[in-house]
């Protein structure tokens, strides 16, 4: 894995772990956690550390955040199809957040 | 179970010292007496199998409470006050002595007319099933105060054979236990050596129990199913997953705490509370978890339960009622899969499979460099206690522990009773003429 890939890795755990962290109900978490989960699945679990800390709280963002780091995936030679599913996946779990 | 099968030779012998005239018991002829009492032989030489076998495990960690004497450097170590490797030699000796035949599995299962006889083979049974539970390979946990409530026991059981070799003498070819007064003068001097100290009854927890299954077939309905998933999760836990699949089954456990706090508060609002700390707790867990990896161990068997039991739970009537019984199940599931997730997360970290993820370094340009590999991904833990998920199960899965049980359990003192009991006195006939 190139440094590149990497640093867009860790920005799209952080950025859908800090969903998962704002997230209203427990299902709409655990739905973020699925995403994140799904992410190191396609990698084999060779991801880098996240830090969702000093994220913004502002959820809108960091979906577009989190979505436009997972679409950029693409570029360091993850199957579209994957990213596609993973992007699906995010915009379910974030329909089930905002109920 | 020790306990079980322990109470049970105890209570059949304490039953048999309580019968006297036992010639007129046995039988009315001498061929039939004959075969009891080989019958019996046969039984009795199975508890002195047991009897031998376990003052054998028991031996290496009891020690006499005999003061000892002073070291006298010009004699070889003494033996002195070592009533337990008397009684050993004394059991083993008697064991190997003896001409008869320890009974088979055939007559062990064959229950019998005679109540004499019943009462030896139930006493017979329970000591060839107690030889799996102080089994050297179950034995190896064993505390020396556990160690010498077994001796004690032997020690009891042993003396209870010695009176009834006595009583049955008159039996029709009868074969006395090889070496019985020196049997019956070891098991006293155990078993007033063992009374000096503080025994343990938690040895009775102690022992062999049947594996516990997956329950397999198709989902039961209703709580039945949610139930039956959390089971066999328990169960399927047992292999070592890796770290996606327990991130996995650690959501399935905040989601089904959660989940169940409804159903629980109408029945019981402290188990509800209970959950859903529980719930918590795992939510923190599962934060601090996203930043350990590792891909040894399995766990999908276990990952596919998890999923099971949150999407039967989901699936069920918000209007039912969950018996306080099933609440009970579900709690005692979940202490059972708290504790195995910490056991597997301490030594999962112990043993290198789950390690911590590394922060990617800031890319630096114009370093000389046109491609920048990422040469770290992983960092072994070097302490367990540094990272912040096994603080956090130390200090807030980790069930408390239950004080075991240490009551000397009604059978003890039965036999005791037993040993030391008086036949009734016979009341003198009216129509006897007095002197």
């Given amino acids: 894995m190139l440094l590149p890939h990497a640093q867009t890795l860790a920005q799209a755990r952080s950025y859908v772990a800090a969903l998962a962290d704002r997230a209203l109900t427990l299902d709409a978490s655990s739905a973020y956690e699925r995403v994140l989960l799904e992410l190191d699945r396609v990698h084999d679990d060779e991801c880098p550390a996240l830090d969702a800390e000093d994220l913004t709280d502002d959820r809108d963002i960091l979906l577009a955040a989190a979505s436009s780091a997972i679409e950029e995936l693409q570029t360091h030679g993850i199957d579209p199809l994957s990213v596609e599913l993973i992007l699906a996946m995010i915009v379910d779990a974030h329909d089930l957040d905002i109920g | 179970m020790y306990g079980e099968n322990g109470a049970q030779m105890r209570t059949e012998l304490a039953a048999l010292l309580r019968q006297h005239r036992i010639m007129h018991r046995l039988a009315s002829g001498s061929a039939e007496r004959a075969a009891a009492g080989q019958q019996i032989l046969r039984f009795r030489q199975t508890v002195l199998v047991w009897c031998a076998q376990a003052i054998g495990v028991a031996r290496p960690l009891t020690f006499p409470n005999v003061p000892p004497k002073p070291a006298d450097p010009f004699r070889a170590a003494s033996d002195h006050g070592a009533a337990v490797a008397e009684l050993a030699r004394a059991l083993e000796a008697a064991r ?82 090889a070496g019985c007064d020196r049997i019956g003068w070891a098991a006293l001097a155990t078993a007033l050596d063992v009374s000096l100290g503080q025994p343990d009854y938690s040895v009775d927890q102690t022992g062999w129990r049947p594996r516990t299954k997956a329950i397999g077939g198709p989902a039961k309905p209703g709580v039945l199913g949610v139930l039956q998933a959390v089971h066999n999760l328990l169960v399927r836990l047992e292999s070592f997953p890796d770290a996606m699949n327990l991130r996995l089954v650690v959501d399935s456990q905040r989601l089904l705490s959660a989940g169940l706090v409804p159903y629980a508060e109408r029945i019981d609002p402290h188990l509800a509370r209970q959950w859903g700390a529980r719930a918590e707790t795992y939510s923190r867990i599962q934060r601090e978890l996203r930043n350990i990896g590792g891909q040894l161990g399995n766990g999908s068997g276990a990952a596919g339960e998890a999923a099971n039991a949150v999407g039967r739970l989901k699936a069920l009537h918000p209007e039912t009622v969950i018996e306080p019984r099933m609440l009970g199940g579900f709690h005692a599931l979940f202490r059972r899969i708290d504790s195995r997730i910490i056991d597997i997360l301490e030594s999962g970290v112990e043993r290198g499979a789950f390690v911590q993820r590394v922060t990617v370094p800031r890319l630096v340009s114009g370093d000389g460099r046109l491609v920048h590999r990422v040469r770290e991904r992983f960092v072994p833990v070097v302490r367990a206690a540094d990272l912040e998920v096994i603080r956090t199960a130390r200090e807030q899965l980790r069930p408390p522990e239950q004080p075991p049980t240490s009551s000397t359990g009604r059978s003890r003192s039965d036999l005791h009773a037993a040993l030391v009991h008086r036949p009734p006195a016979k009341e003198p006939r009216r129509d006897t003429p007095r002197l």
């Fill in chain 2, 96 to 177: 190997d002595q003896a001409t008869t035949r320890a009974a088979s599995s055939q007559e062990f299962t064959t229950p019998s007319t005679n109540s004499v006889v019943e009462h030896w083979r139930l006493a017979a049974r329970a000591a060839a099933l107690a030889e799996h539970d102080t089994a050297p390979d179950q034995s190896i946990h064993l505390t020396a105060a556990q160690a010498r409530t077994i001796a004690g026991d032997v020690a009891a059981i042993s003396q209870a054979l010695v009176v009834l070799d006595r009583r049955y003498r008159n039996t029709p070819d009868w074969e006395s236990i």
